[in-house]
Structure formats: structure tokens, C-alpha cells
């Protein structure tokens, strides 16, 4: 990331975004004082919940129309639009680990203020997470699969085959 005297921005700009994002924080720890703590057993699925979750913000198609007012994707790749706080949202929205912060301040809201509701979310967006796991995975294997069948010969197969008999 570029430093901010490289960028169409103020550091007023990014003062901003950490300012609202204080401000929610802020808010949902005044809200959750007096509710029931998240029990530690739903901070893994809530983990991979914001990882979902950021990754679909950021890099799926889907999500264009979310992007699109604060980034420039292109052939060359992505790049944020306009100058000053604009700019700044269209570097955060660029950013995984950025927009998983702000995610994950969200599920954690919605977890602590509609608790079903916030199962349910966090649920789907776990188990779409394990997908991305397990595609990930089986991508790998397929592909050692293939550059190990491809560079075996013939002869040293059969050998193989021999020593497996």
C-alpha cells in the first residue's frame, strides 16, 4: 500500500474510517454489557464466518456492484477511484484483511443483538468458508496428481506397478 502522501488522500481520510469503525466498536461493547457472552466455541466458526465473508466482498464477482463506485477493475487489475475518502474506502474495499476488521465487527453484532439469526449467518458463511477449504484442497491434489502422472515414464510406472504387486 502506497504511503499517504503517494495517494488522493489526507490521513484526515483514513482518521474517518478508523473513527467509525471506533465508534461501532465502541457502540457494541456499550450494547453487549449486559447480554450473554459469545461462548468460546463459536469463535472458530465466526473466524471462518469473516473470512467468507471478506473474501466475498472482495474478490467475487457478485460483490461487483458493491465495489464498483470505489474501485476501477480492470484487465490490469484493481485500482480505487476519485480522491480523498473515496479513495481510502476504495483501498479498504481492495483489502481482505481490512474488510475482514469490518466483517467481523458485523457478525459480531448481529450475533450478540438477534442471536438465532446471527447462528444462522454465521453458519452458512462457515460452511461456504470450509468449501473454499476443501476446493482448495482437492485443487492441490489434482494437481500434484496430474504433474506426478505426467512426469512419470512409462517404464518407471511399470516398475512401480511391480514393487506394489
Known sequence: MKPVDQTPTE???????SALYGALLAGLAYAARRRDPIPNGELLPLSAATFALSKLIVHEKVETWLRRPFLEEGAEGRRPRGRRLRYAVGELLGCTRCVGAWSALGLVALRLHSPEVGRTATTVLAASAANDAFQSGFSLLCERANAAKESATPSSALS??????
Open 160 to 165: 512401480a506397478a511391480r514393487r506394489a504387486a
Open 11 to 17: 490521513a484526515a481520510d483514513y482518521a474517518a474510517l
